[in-house]
């Protein structure tokens, strides 16, 4: 299962399949740039931290990647 989708259900985020696509691709080009995989200790909160972009109103995936990656360095480890 795809971590953007387990996290959205967990925290009951209602995002429709698009909203969901455009963050997997977010979290995905995250972590790719990162060299990290989705069983890293900051994946969940990288895929949390780009919902609650998309929820704020940042709705472009090139946006939510490059706030996304600044983001990372004050993660939880």
């Given amino acids: 299962m795809k971590v ?3 996290y959205s259900r967990t925290r009951d985020v209602s995002l429709d399949s698009e909203a969901l696509d455009a963050c997997q691709r ?3 080009a ?3 740039e990162l060299s990290i995989n989705h069983e890293h ?3 969940e909160d ?3 931290f780009v ?3 998309y929820q704020q109103g940042v709705h472009d ?3 939510l990647f490059e706030l ?3 983001a990372t360095d004050h993660l939880r480890d």
């Fill in 61 to 63: 995936e090139k946006k």
């Fill in 68 to 70: 996304g990656l600044t």
């Fill in 41 to 43: 200790g900051k994946a």
């Fill in 26 to 28: 977010a979290f995905d």
């Fill in 4 to 6: 953007v989708n387990r």
């Fill in 30 to 32: 995250i972590l790719a």
């Fill in 51 to 53: 919902i609650k972009l």
């Fill in 46 to 48: 990288i895929a949390a």
